[in-house]
């Protein structure tokens, strides 16, 4: 059984609320911490909040600079507000958790002040499971996080992270790491664990390659 209850598309609800956030994106059984302070978002998070707390994660799709409504990609990833605190200000503190990927159909003129659409869940029914990652090279995946990390100057916990599953490993690596948001897509749209886990050895490998300044410790 998935977290909350939910074990099959059909458990989810087809139209969701929609946060597009450019440069972030949100797996199954991630988290994802949101600071809302804008009046359209304060209304979609009350809304949710009187019903399932399902809210759709989506990345714009590459659009002019200052486009107000943005065309958004393909994929997205529902998530359900798990933690919940407001501030003196009037701002919201949000914790979503991912329940599963969806394909976006239809955006609906719903006459709020977000953004709703269609969404099917069908292509995703796996994620409603943790995946094992058979098959993945977990000693090669740590030796690319840690020369990254070493690169970049990251301080990391590495005897927590060594503790982790490798589903958790792979899916905070991809939603944390500053990839842009091109490679955060396609992180998201991986078919499989093992899929994610490729593409996301081939662009840490890439960005340490690229960097010429950059020398292993020996």
Known sequence: ?????????????????????????????????????????????????GGERLIGVIQPAAQPEGEQAPELSDV?????????????DGRYLVTLTGVCRFHLEQELDAGTPYRQALVSY?????????????????????????TYASLHGFQVDWDSVEQAPTETIINVAAQICPFDSAAK???????ALEDRARTLVALLEWDVASD???????
Do not use: H
Not at 3 to 29: C, E, M, V
């Open 185 to 191: 897509q396609a992180l998201l749209e991986a078919e």
């Open 122 to 146: 069908d292509a995703f029914a796996g994620d409603f499971a943790s995946a094992p990652g058979r098959g993945i090279d977990r000693d090669a995946l740590m030796r690319s996080l840690k």
């Open 76 to 88: 997205g990833t529902i998530g359900r507000i798990t933690s919940f605190s407001e501030t003196d």
């Open 212 to 218: 010429d300044s950059f020398r292993p410790i020996q």
């Open 1 to 49: 059984m998935s977290a909350f209850g939910f074990r099959k598309p059909s458990d989810l609800p087809r139209t969701a609320a929609l946060f597009p956030l450019d440069g972030a994106i949100l797996l199954p059984r991630g988290v994802l911490a949101l600071n809302v302070f804008e009046p359209r978002y304060l209304n979609m998070v009350d809304d949710v909040l």
